[in-house]
């Protein structure tokens, strides 16, 4: 079968959504013929294992479509996959099979797609205090955008969701009639998987107490501010405890002060972004891994942002770390209460510190959990899963051409 995949997110970039790209690009290369079109290079290009990758896709969305449409003429594929909704607008100008799969904030706050008229002027204006002229324009931006992502949804062949919130959203959304498929996790089973704790902290440096750990962007969304004041209430309980919080964003210099302010300065450690090849060394150096996610809001157009998903808690059950996350968006598609972890309300910080206590204290249960985990990942997390579900998805679409 011949593959086209519209990967608007693709290394050398970095995030889960590259990550995603790749492997997933990696694994149905191995029997297929996969052409990638990517964003145009800038930095140094990544192993792709021989796939083919055509760095097309531009800052202007329909100089991408039209790029697209062109890449497609040139060698016709059976089947098209396109990783962001955005791209969805491609079944509306295109006869090939489309699938597409979403992550959420793609269709109900889109990001890849087009824009109004003379955007690049109004977003200039002032958006600050009370409704205004700039703050208007900016919300009538997103909801047109978000308008024309569900129009090309409606027209796909087959839409992967990934996670139950996320199908869930669509039909919110109020698009119906594709074919929608839940395809959870993403995880290299293979250097994500259970490694000894004591030459994981011998090789990073980390001291013997007990040791937690969140991963991400450091924005709203991933409630590090709730996690900070678990990690003051856990503090005083548990000598010695080590708090890592691995990720940059723009909300670091206000975390960082926040984490003085409670007076767990010493305790928390922000490390700034990692290789991703590092990161389960991290992990296996954890005794918990906290994912606090919240339900946050664009304080201009209003859309909610969410975790629809939860890579890094995946990685981390891979790992064999028990979580404890939020019951927040997508989270509890990937944690298992009482079997790989623990979900707690969002935003409260006293019922997450129970939780992450109950761990601390229990090694049996925290050992149980990891090895329920690392199982639990294998079996539906590893891109071997991923891999043959998405395959099965678009054979589905390529076979439904008249």
Same mark, same amino acid.
């Not at 089973?189 to 090789?203: D, E, G």
């Given at each position: 079968?011949?593959?086209?995949?519209?990967?608007?997110?693709?290394?050398?970039?970095?995030?889960?959504?590259?990550?995603?790209?790749?492997?997933?690009?990696?694994?149905?290369?191995?029997?297929?013929?996969?052409?990638?079109?990517?964003?145009?290079?800038?930095?140094?290009?990544?192993?792709?294992?021989?796939?083919?990758?055509?760095?097309?896709?531009?800052?202007?969305?329909?100089?991408?479509?039209?790029?697209?449409? /062109?890449?497609?003429?040139?060698?016709?594929?059976?089947?098209?996959?396109?990783?962001?909704?955005?791209?969805?607008?491609?079944? /509306?100008?295109?006869?090939?099979?489309?699938?597409?799969?979403?992550?959420?904030?793609?269709?109900?706050?889109?990001?890849?797609?087009?824009?109004?008229?003379?955007?690049?002027?109004?977003?200039?204006?002032?958006?600050?205090?009370?409704?205004?002229?700039?703050?208007?324009?900016?919300?009538?931006?997103?909801?047109?955008?978000?308008?024309?992502?569900?129009?090309?949804?409606?027209?796909?062949?087959?839409?992967?969701?990934?996670?139950?919130?996320?199908?869930?959203?669509?039909?919110?959304?109020?698009?119906?009639?594709?074919?929608?498929?839940?395809?959870?996790?993403?995880?290299?089973?293979?250097?994500? @998987?259970?490694?000894?704790?004591?030459?994981?902290?011998?090789?990073?440096?980390?001291?013997?107490?007990?040791?937690?750990?969140?991963?991400?962007?450091?924005?709203?969304?991933?409630?590090?501010?709730?996690?900070?004041?678990?990690?003051?209430?856990?503090?005083?309980?548990?000598?010695?405890?080590?708090?890592?919080?691995?990720?940059?964003?723009?909300?670091?210099?206000?975390?960082?002060?926040?984490?003085?302010?409670?007076?767990?300065?010493?305790?928390?450690?922000?490390?700034?972004?990692?290789?991703?090849?590092?990161?389960?060394?991290?992990?296996?150096?954890?005794?918990?891994?906290?994912?606090?996610?919240?339900?946050?809001?664009?304080?201009?157009?209003?859309?909610?942002?969410?975790?629809?998903?939860?890579?890094?808690?995946?990685?981390?059950?891979?790992?064999?770390?028990?979580?404890?996350?939020?019951?927040?968006?997508?989270?509890?598609?990937?944690? @298992?209460?009482?079997?790989?972890?623990?979900?707690?309300?969002?935003?409260?910080?006293?019922?997450?510190?129970?939780?992450?206590?109950?761990?601390?204290?229990?090694?049996?249960?925290?050992?149980?959990?990891?090895?329920?985990?690392?199982?639990?990942?294998?079996?539906?997390?590893?891109?071997?899963?991923?891999?043959?579900?998405?395959? @099965?998805?678009?054979?589905?679409?390529?076979?439904?051409?008249?």
């Amino acid at each position: 079968m011949k593959i086209a995949i519209v990967a608007p997110e693709f290394p050398p970039a970095t995030g889960g959504m590259e990550v995603h790209a790749l492997q997933l690009s990696r694994y149905l290369h191995r029997v297929h013929d996969v052409k990638v079109i990517a964003p145009c290079l800038q930095g140094d290009d990544v192993a792709t294992d021989q796939i083919p990758v055509l760095h097309r896709l531009r800052r202007q969305f329909w100089l991408s479509v039209l790029t697209i449409l /062109r890449t497609l003429r040139e060698d016709p594929p059976d089947v098209v996959l396109a990783l962001n909704g955005g791209y969805a607008v491609l079944g /509306r100008l295109t006869s090939y099979p489309l699938a597409v799969r979403v992550v959420g904030n793609d269709f109900y706050a889109s990001w890849v797609g087009p824009h109004l008229p003379l955007r690049w002027l109004f977003w200039r204006l002032p958006v600050d205090g009370a409704p205004s002229p700039g703050r208007w324009l900016r919300g009538a931006d997103q909801r047109f955008r978000n308008r024309m992502v569900a129009w090309g949804l409606a027209s796909s062949r087959c839409i992967l969701a990934n996670s139950n919130f996320t199908a869930q959203a669509l039909v919110r959304a109020g698009i119906h009639g594709a074919d929608v498929r839940v395809i959870v996790g993403g995880v290299d089973t293979a250097l994500f @998987q259970p490694r000894p704790r004591a030459a994981a902290r011998a090789r990073l440096g980390l001291p013997e107490g007990p040791i937690v750990a969140t991963f991400g962007h450091l924005k709203a969304k991933k409630g590090i501010d709730t996690a900070l004041e678990t990690v003051r209430i856990l503090a005083a309980q548990h000598r010695g405890l080590t708090y890592l919080v691995i990720g940059d964003g723009e909300d670091e210099a206000q975390l960082r002060a926040h984490a003085r302010s409670l007076g767990v300065g010493m305790q928390v450690h922000f490390l700034g972004r990692k290789a991703h090849a590092e990161l389960p060394h991290y992990l296996a150096a954890c005794d918990v891994y906290l994912q606090s996610s919240r339900t946050a809001y664009n304080p201009v157009t209003g859309v909610p942002d969410v975790e629809t998903m939860g890579r890094a808690a995946c990685e981390a059950s891979a790992c064999g770390i028990p979580v404890v996350a939020t019951d927040s968006g997508g989270l509890p598609d990937v944690v @298992q209460p009482e079997t790989t972890g623990l979900l707690v309300p969002e935003n409260e910080p006293e019922v997450m510190a129970r939780a992450v206590d109950r761990l601390l204290q229990d090694s049996t249960l925290r050992e149980r959990m990891g090895r329920q985990g690392a199982a639990y990942a294998q079996q539906h997390f590893s891109w071997e899963t991923v891999g043959q579900r998405t395959e @099965q998805a678009l054979h589905a679409a390529a076979a439904t051409v008249a």
